[in-house]
């Protein structure tokens, strides 16, 4: 077969769809021989991708995402190369490709959390791109040959959204890389360099509306009472999302909080290594990878217990009602002084995190592949 995969995702510039796509292209590398691939990139992540295996081809499209160029020029890419299968790793099809696609539909985000704050759009802008969004997801799911998802969690959202054929619809669990020991820096200096003070509760991710943290801050100010010593780390890139947290932050009058800001690669190990816990309070998630990293780096980790993160993480975590403000701040409080729990917890996350598999994940996607 000659199968393409719009990677225009790849890597570092797709934040979590990046690294999903670049995952599955390393692994499908490692397990195909038999298939030849056409990997589509766009300049910023062109040097990114490496191919190690002759049967992977690199090829330039250097398209926007979600714009009216990746509708009109993406079909005359793809039609170029005679694929007997394209696989969208996310659901942004160009509607007017004629050929045979499989998607990957990681959550429905937009359709539980539709609503202006979630974007920094004007309101007429923003309800044009959220019609535009439905328009395309319902052509995607209709017109692939099959939609791979990442939870059964998500799987049923799908089909009680679209109200398809379950058949329709393969799981694949994402993973999580177990981690090196990152940079040869003191862990002094690393935290040092973010401002960061220990003993410290840990967030790492982005700050859009549905991961709740306005609850946490208000949370973590109710902890305070008891355990003024503590601090609250927050690591993610400075955008709009996390400048208006920080307004909520100094208008709740909220102290202990710490903004690291972009944690570099090398340097997270030894942020999430010295933290005494991971807090993880989201409202929604397709699969919810943050936790599972934390685990992988040996700490206690509270969750929200939301979406499909009971499925994915089982009984590795301790759960809390994510509108419930009190009982985020129980969980918080318990796991942060109860060394007995932390040890089971941090046990229990090392088993979990080894059920999952980038090169299962690859193998299940191959199937799908060779029989669409």
Same mark, same amino acid.
């Given at each position: ?86 696989h ?40 044009? #791109? ?37 058949? #329709? ?5 994402e ?6 020991q ?32 306005e ?47 972009y ?30 990293e934390a ?6 980790v509270?969750?929200s ?68």
């Amino acid at each position: 077969m000659r199968i393409g995969i719009d990677a225009r995702f790849y890597g570092s510039v797709g934040k979590g769809l990046g690294r999903y796509t670049q995952k599955l292209i390393e692994n499908l590398e490692r397990i195909d021989n038999r298939n030849s691939y056409f990997i589509f990139l766009r300049k910023e992540n062109w040097n990114e991708y490496r191919p190690r295996n002759k049967n992977f081809n690199k090829v330039l499209a250097d398209v926007p995402w979600y714009s009216l160029k990746e509708q009109i020029f993406m079909p005359r890419i793809l039609k170029k190369y005679q694929l007997d299968l394209v696989h969208f790793p996310h659901f942004n099809i160009p509607l007017f490709y004629k050929g045979k696609f499989v998607i990957t539909i990681h959550d429905l985000i937009l359709f539980h959390f539709p609503t202006k704050r979630a974007s920094t759009l004007s309101r007429f802008f923003y309800f044009v #791109k959220l019609l535009g969004y439905r328009l395309v997801i319902r052509k995607a799911v209709k017109k692939s040959r099959a939609i791979i998802t990442v939870s059964k969690y998500t799987k049923e959202d799908i089909i009680e959204n679209f109200k398809i054929d379950p058949d #329709k619809i393969i799981i694949t669990y994402e993973a999580v890389d177990i981690l090196t020991q990152g940079a040869a820096d003191s862990r002094e200096r690393i935290l040092g360099k973010y401002g960061i003070i220990k003993p410290y509760l840990l967030y790492v991710g982005n700050a859009y509306p549905h991961k709740n943290l306005e609850r946490l801050l208000l949370a973590f100010k109710e902890v305070l009472k008891k355990h003024s010593h503590l601090y609250l780390v927050m690591v993610g890139g400075e955008d709009y999302f996390y400048a208006r947290l920080k307004k909520f932050v100094r208008e709740n009058k909220i102290d202990g909080v710490i903004f690291a800001g972009y944690v570099a690669e090398e340097h997270l190990p030894t942020v999430y290594r010295e933290a005494v816990l991971y807090v993880f309070p989201s409202l929604y998630e397709g699969f919810g990878l943050p936790p599972l990293e934390a685990m992988a780096r040996n700490i206690p980790v509270a969750s929200s217990s939301s979406s499909c993160l009971p499925e994915v993480l089982g009984d590795a975590v301790y759960y809390f009602d994510p509108e419930g403000i009190s009982e985020i701040a129980g969980a918080i409080e318990e796991v942060a002084v109860n060394n007995e729990l932390r040890r089971k917890l941090i046990q229990a996350g090392q088993a979990r995190v080894r059920r999952y598999s980038w090169r299962k994940l690859a193998e299940k996607t191959l199937k799908v592949y060779e029989s669409h």
